[in-house]
């Protein structure tokens, strides 16, 4: 069974900094992209980040220099460091697993976490 867990999210002013961290187990192990996804209240699902097991990263326009998404492939664990965070980053964050970038970037997963809630505000 396919199981992803994230952590991290919380409560930090403008300009802060959180860490999401995403355990994957179970049938995810053959999906080779893991990724992270957005989502806000009256807003489309948005595609964040998303790194292969062997480390090539993709980001979209509006993280890039500011979140860094890595993989610690023995434990299986895929982190998002987030940095100058804005009021528009809040959301909700899931963590997933699909079998290539294009499915990352096309919203296409295979499996999904259960979202870690991410707030900016002073």
């Known amino acids: 069974q396919a199981q992803l867990v994230e952590s991290g999210g919380g409560l930090v002013q403008p300009g802060g900094s959180l860490r999401l961290s995403c355990r994957a187990s179970g049938r995810t192990f053959n999906r080779r992209v893991m990724g992270w996804f957005r989502q806000a209240p009256g807003r489309e699902r948005e595609f964040v980040a998303a790194i292969s097991w062997s480390g090539t990263a993709e980001y979209a326009d509006a993280v890039k220099g500011r979140f860094t998404i890595s993989a610690d492939n023995a434990n299986k664990t895929v982190y998002l460091q987030m940095s100058s965070l804005r009021s528009e980053d809040m959301g909700v964050y899931y963590c997933?697993?699909?079998?290539?970038?294009?499915?990352?970037?096309?919203?296409?997963?295979?499996?999904w976490g259960q979202g870690t809630q991410v707030t900016v505000s002073s």
């Open positions: 997933n697993a699909a079998a290539d970038f294009n499915q990352q970037r096309s919203g296409q997963y295979d499996y």
